[in-house]
T-cell receptor, first 114, second 116 residues
Framework: AQSVSQHNHHVILSEAASLELGCNYS??????LFWYVQYPGQHLQLLLK??????LVKGIKGFEAEFIKSKFSFNLRKPSVQWSDTAEYFC????????????FGQGTELSVKP | GAVVSQHPSWVICKSGTSVKIECRSL??????MFWYRQFPKQSLMLMAT?????????EQGVEKDKFLINHASLTLSTLTVTSAHPEDSSFYIC????????????FGPGTRLTVL
């Protein structure tokens, strides 16, 4: 069965520190990859997505992610975090043969100290 | 664009009653809608996938007689929690997709259900 694994459950950083959140998936076929963010008390918002093409994807709010097919990874990065980035981050995968349904990782809680 | 709404945003009900949650795509027609459940501090768990005009496809372990899903139009799907019990208390989130298979999903704000 497909699965998505996020290595970090809770990350605590100071403002201006660099961020990298790990995401690995298990599926041998063609995948679409997503990172979603859930700010406290708010609904999920799409940060960025990868369908095909350039494996380095840029999203909103200065986030980017790199798809490394050989490693089945789609890590999220941001060079300098802000206090407002405090949120829960979810990596998700879907495949064409699954009717578009998303498989979510466990989520990573990011706390940024001012 | 691509806004999804849910109603109500929160609901409290007595054990044994049924609760209906609506999910609407406001500015697009959704071929497929998905229903998720999220426990505190946990990830989203897909409950079912529904396509307009057809029966929902439930994930393994989800009781289809307890969680009734109706997708009557391209802009509306409903989830009815029948004979709710305290263990059904959770955050229910819907999402909508324009195309079947491989497309981006747009998420609703969620509905907090508390069963007393």
């Amino acid at each position: 069965a497909q699965s998505v694994s996020q290595h970090n459950h809770h990350v605590i950083l100071s403002e201006a520190a660099s961020l990298e959140l790990g995401c690995n998936y298990s599926y041998g076929g063609t995948v679409n990859l997503f990172w979603y963010v859930q700010y406290p008390g708010q609904h999920l918002q799409l940060l960025l997505k990868y369908f095909s093409g350039d494996p380095l994807v840029k999203g909103i709010k200065g986030f980017e992610a790199e798809f490394i097919k050989s490693k089945f990874s789609f890590n999220l990065r941001k060079p300098s975090v802000q206090w407002s980035d405090t949120a829960e981050y979810f990596c998700a995968v879907n495949t064409y043969n699954q009717g578009g349904k998303l498989i979510f990782g466990q989520g990573t809680e990011l706390s940024v100290k001012p | 664009g691509a806004v999804v709404s849910q109603h109500p945003s929160w609901v409290i009900c007595k054990s044994g009653t049924s609760v209906k949650i609506e999910c609407r795509s406001l500015d697009f027609q959704a071929t497929t809608m998905f229903w998720y459940r999220q426990f505190p501090k946990q990830s989203l768990m897909l409950m079912a996938t529904s396509n307009e005009g057809s029966k929902a496809t439930y994930e393994q372990g989800v009781e289809k007689d307890k969680f009734l899903i109706n997708h009557a139009s391209l802009t509306l799907s409903t989830l009815t929690v029948t004979s709710a019990h305290p263990e059904d208390s959770s955050f229910y989130i819907c999402s909508a997709s324009v195309l079947a298979g491989g497309a981006e999903q747009f998420f609703g704000p969620g509905t907090r259900l508390t069963v007393l």
